[in-house]
């Protein structure tokens, strides 16, 4: 299997004024493509810093983070917000759904910026929409829809580009059990149908065992890893 995403001694240091505070210390990660990976560990251990270096958010203090054979730490502002178009889908805990438009208009929101015309949005948002289990929901707004609808719709929305990459940070934390395995449910049966990689941050172990492989993060280095599938074992 080809590696999507590495990271070579990847380090993050916040300034607090004149303090400094470490997030990642030194990460060396490799995901492979198709992978179902989950991150987990106690809060402040640096999940959510790392997961947003891999979706480049937010730029390293040292190291590399390579996606697709890019060294992303390289490029510009205008090459980033390129590659995070075309290559990752985002899935956030609090959805992120703009309010004023319907689940439909959201979901097309990020092919509008791919500039693919607005029948081929349309079409592919609503076939998206269907897919995810709201088919009969396109045209409501998020404040009527349901925590569990809203969510699909953010999977949906962060499908619209066909990246090669998932990535979802606590996707289920806003949720009840029972939603959250529904969700969790919907995006191991993306991730296996159409073979995109996925990378969640989660502090729930009903959601990691859903995994190809849990990394465990502790003060901002991998502790240790555990393998749940041999799909991706080297």
């Known amino acids: 299997m080809a590696e999507i995403v590495e990271t070579k001694n990847l380090t993050k240091v916040y300034k607090l004024g004149k303090v400094e505070v470490p997030a990642l210390r030194g990460i060396n990660l490799r995901v492979q493509q198709g992978e179902f990976l989950s991150v987990m560990g106690p809060s402040g251990c640096g999940k959510t810093t790392l997961l947003n270096m891999i979706g480049a958010l937010d730029r390293p203090t040292d190291g590399q983070v390579i996606i697709d054979g890019t060294d992303v730490t390289k490029l510009s502002e205008n090459k980033l917000a390129l590659l995070r178009c075309e290559k990752i889908g985002f899935v956030f805990q609090f959805y992120n759904l703009i309010p004023t438009l319907t689940a ?120 240790r890893e555990v393998y749940l599938t041999q799909r991706f074992k080297s």
């Open 104 to 223: 439909l208009e959201n979901v097309e929101l990020p092919m509008t910026f791919a500039n693919i015309p607005k029948k081929e949005r349309e079409k592919r948002a609503a076939e998206l929409l269907e897919l995810v289990g709201l088919k009969g929901r396109l045209n409501h707004k998020p404040d009527e829809l349901s925590g569990g609808e809203q969510q699909r719709v953010t999977i949906a929305r962060a499908l619209a580009n066909k990246p090669a990459i998932i990535l979802a940070d606590e996707p289920t934390g806003d949720l009840d059990t029972k939603t959250g395995t529904e969700i969790i449910k919907l995006i191991k049966e993306l991730n296996q149908k159409y073979g995109q990689t996925v990378i969640i941050v989660t502090h729930a172990e009903y959601i990691a065992k859903n995994s190809d492989r849990i990394v465990y993060l502790k003060d901002g280095l991998v502790d």
